[in-house]
């Protein structure tokens, strides 16, 4: 393909994009109907969060989707924000700000290219099929030219894909590897087939935690698509405010975000929910991909044993199984996952600082982390669960 022009631009809401051409950016391989790789930089996600005010005004996440035209026709786009927090990222750089504003500088406001509350990995730097290599450089360098000219901090492009990572790396951005916990899928048949990969000790205390959860007194219901009503919402709301008011302070999401996501992301979701004496109990919202589930939130009006990691994991496994899902993301953080099946998996951003001296120290900061985070991942590959040959066969 010859040398293109590409001019950037600047869109504060998505309403002036259309979806068809933002999707053709976003998500090419659901053209014909098929599904996204991952929900979560399609229109309609996106939309649901600007439409419900989880975005915008008063929250710290103002939108300036940053796109990238040839000749008039939308070739690259990038979820981008003007952060004035740091909350809500989980990529955390609360040191940094901190480190600079101790020094004199002015961290806040900042660029960040996000899908916002959601520590999924997934592509950042979206483009049409023809134009990856060219439209991705457009979108770094106009993102970059953008917070240079207005003297802002910083700009990180967090949770992208790897080849996001290294192909902006190669462009001037320094690269950050953190990681997460994931549940791999290599083609088990269910739920007792993955347990035969694991230890004998591991398997039983699997086996004794769904059986401790089972004893909740009650039925636990998967709904996605049109089985999903208003009253499920209604109880996941409950939680999640619960769950929210505890880890945040504010829930991030508003409820007006679940109305919307009942019309136009049910097919998106998987939500599970545990039900004892006609009541709702307790409950874990799942995202599917093409290859992944994805699990968000959860969050209970009454405390059982196990309940959590049955809701959350267990049932996350069972649905990746039943659909031929490569594997389960359980979100951000969390040790705990490890004996559950849940592997160490590095995942990825970008960062671009504007004062050199700052940059040159947050530049040294993340050699050594990759250090510490490459050697914690060999370390606590070493305790899981799973035979000496599956963790083998699965690296």
């Known amino acids: 393909m010859q040398e293109q022009e590409f001019e950037i631009r600047i869109i504060p809401s998505l309403q002036a994009i259309a979806p068809l051409d933002w999707d053709a950016c976003a998500c090419p391989e659901a053209a ?75 961290y806040y406001p900042k660029l960040q290219v996000a899908v916002p509350h959601t520590p999924a990995t997934g592509r950042r730097l979206l483009v049409r099929p023809g134009f990856e290599e060219a439209g991705q450089a457009a979108l770094i360098q106009g993102a970059v030219q953008l917070a240079d000219t207005n003297n802002i901090s910083s700009l990180h492009v967090t949770f992208c894909t790897e080849g996001e990572a290294r192909r902006g790396e190669a462009l001037g951005l320094m690269l950050r590897k953190t990681q997460q916990f994931h549940w791999s899928n290599p083609g088990y048949a269910d739920f007792d087939d993955f347990l035969a990969s694991l230890s004998s000790r591991k398997r039983k205390n699997i086996r004794k935690e769904r059986a401790q959860a089972q004893e909740f007194g009650g039925e636990i219901h998967t709904f996605s698509g049109d089985d999903l009503r208003s009253e499920h919402w209604d109880a996941f709301w409950q939680f999640y405010q619960d769950t929210g008011a505890r880890k945040w302070g504010t829930p991030y999401l508003t409820r007006k975000f679940f109305d919307i996501a009942q019309e136009t992301l049910r097919d998106d979701m998987a939500l599970v929910l545990a039900e004892r004496n006609g009541r709702w109990v307790a409950g874990a919202l799942n995202f599917i991909g093409a290859q992944a589930l994805y699990g968000r939130y959860w ?62 120290a947050i530049g040294s900061y993340l050699k050594a982390e990759r250090d510490a985070v490459d050697e914690e991942i060999n370390v606590l590959t070493e305790y899981g669960p799973f035979k000496r040959a599956e963790i083998e066969e699965q690296e």
């Open 299 to 360: 969050g209970c009006a009454e405390h059982h044993p196990c309940l959590h990691f049955e809701l959350c994991y267990y049932r996350g496994i069972d649905i990746a199984i039943e659909r031929g899902l490569k594997r389960v993301e359980a979100g951000a953080q969390g040790e705990h996952k490890l004996a559950r099946g849940y592997l160490p998996t590095p995942t990825w951003s970008l960062h671009w600082v504007n004062d050199p001296g700052f940059a040159n």
């Open 32 to 106: 014909d109907g098929a599904r996204p790789n991952d929900p979560f930089t399609t229109h309609r996600f996106l939309s649901a969060l600007e439409a419900s005010g989880s975005v915008g005004a008063g929250t710290g996440w103002q939108p300036q989707y940053l796109t990238a035209y040839v000749a008039d026709q939308l070739i690259g786009v990038a979820p981008m924000y003007v952060k004035s927090h740091s909350q809500g990222e989980y990529i955390f750089d609360h040191n940094w700000a901190h480190a600079y504003e101790r020094a004199g500088g002015r």
